[in-house]
């Protein structure tokens, strides 16, 4: 088995490669057919090359007495052998009219012996049998070249919409019975699926996604076992970048929402592109038309702040000629809330609390602590302090268990993903009577959160007091006198919450 595997990869590359394109380099000797492939569109070359041994004896003789014919036989509308081109000894140029753009041979190649024929682009009428008539110096040449085309076509034509049913399909000129057809896109063979689905020399794909986008080859297997393949580089205007993009942005910053095309649209000869952008909240609907501008494919929504309340969906929708194409994006929004609201004082117990409005899932958090100057801070990150002695990081929140002066200043909360850094939101620490110099937005439940765990404390204190007393003096009524241990502290907090509550409405 293992000596066999290697035989049947050679004998596999060999029948691959004999299948298209017979090397050009094998292109001398008289009337010896040879037979070039070549897809509708691209250009092709007719080879026919004076031999080495030809061309060392044309060479003694006295030059330049060139004449070249080339003529195409058949074909279904033309029944006699018809002129092509024809390169006279004068010089002389003359070419048949409906290929005059298209056919070519080069006056640098001629002097060398090279009397191939260009063609470009190739038409699918353009296959049938070609011959040149060659007299270079006192040698006669003849060349026989067989052109093979295969069509790949579109339906609907060129471009292709994401999302848009779609038919490839594969055609040739060869002149026997198809038997198979295999896709490869990328180089991997497609099989038939719900996705995409092979008619006889059709590939249809249901709803072309970007990853569709890129080489797709078409291989037909004949009757009489002849292999043709050729590629075909499908583009897809579609968006660029990731299929549901999340934008991390800090509250009280600026957001730009990506919407991006893949193409330009006017690269493909459409100039009708409108994009609007909407969403859905609180029961309404936001729009923002974008302005059109036909030298760009970039429509980004530019917020100039936001707070949590923008964070959620986002619709950018493109319109296309008559076509709709819409992506979403997410705009989760980075807040840091302090459990100190207002004054921190010095060896206060402070947490500083980094949320994310629509987590992923797969979002880390970091804290850092900045230079107190927040100009300089990108050049001041000072790491190394972050988890120094009374500090500690517990996933997205930081504790200072007792703030000192040489905590004020910036905190920043980055948020990292699997492929780096999404986005920061900074905290300014002041101490001592100092206002805090962060935006004022506060999760009134994260602030309570963080009171809520002061007054456990104190809960406990109370209560440890009480059962240290109890001790001392068994009370006549213990149930009532838990009750009223506990029942303090609770309106105690509600007191504080609402304090807190005209706080942050201020
Ligand atoms: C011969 O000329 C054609 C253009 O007419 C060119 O494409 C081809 O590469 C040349 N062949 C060689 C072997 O130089
Ligand atoms: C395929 O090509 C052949 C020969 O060029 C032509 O007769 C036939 O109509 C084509 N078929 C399709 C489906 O285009
Ligand atoms: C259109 O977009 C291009 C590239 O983004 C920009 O240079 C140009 O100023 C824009 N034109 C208008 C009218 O907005």
Known sequence: M???SPVLFLTFTLLASNAGHIPPGAAEGESREQKVWVRAGSSAVLPCHLSPRRMSKSLKHLPDMTSVLWKRHGGSAHQEPHMVLEV??????????HMRSRVSVQDSALRNGNFSLRIDPVRSEDAGLYEARVTYNTEVQSCQVELGVITVTLSPPSPVIENEPLLLSCNSSHRASLVETCWFHNGCLIPTSR????????????????SDAG??????????????S??????????DGPTNPVVYAAAGSAADLPCTLSYLPSAFGINMVTAHWSRLAGGHLQDWGISQNLSSRSFPLHLPVVWPGDAG?????????SKKIIRDVTLA????????????????HLLLICSLTHPQGHERFQWKYLDSAP???KVAVATSRNLEGHRSQMGPTLEILQVSQKDTGTWECSVYGPEGRLGAAQYGLQITGAQVSSPPTIFSGQVTFGLTLTLFLLLTVCVLALAMQKKARPPAFPALEGMFAVTVPWKKMEEKQKENMQQTEC
């Open 230 to 239: 050729t590629t075909y580089d499908l583009q897809i205007l579609g968006f």
């Open 2 to 4: 293992r000596l066999v």
């Open 195 to 210: 996705t995409f689905c092979s008619l006889p020399g059709a590939l249809s794909i249901f709803r072309p996604a970007m």
């Open 215 to 228: 080489p797709w080859r078409c291989q037909l297997r004949y009757s009489d076992n002849e292999i043709i």
């Open 313 to 321: 969906q986002y619709h950018c929708a493109v319109s296309i000629g």
């Open 375 to 377: 100009t300089n801070s």
């Open 333 to 348: 929004v980075i807040t840091v809330t302090p459990s100190i609201q207002g004054l921190v004082s010095e060896g206060s």
């Open 88 to 97: 006279e000894p004068s010089g002389l140029r003359k070419s048949a009219l």
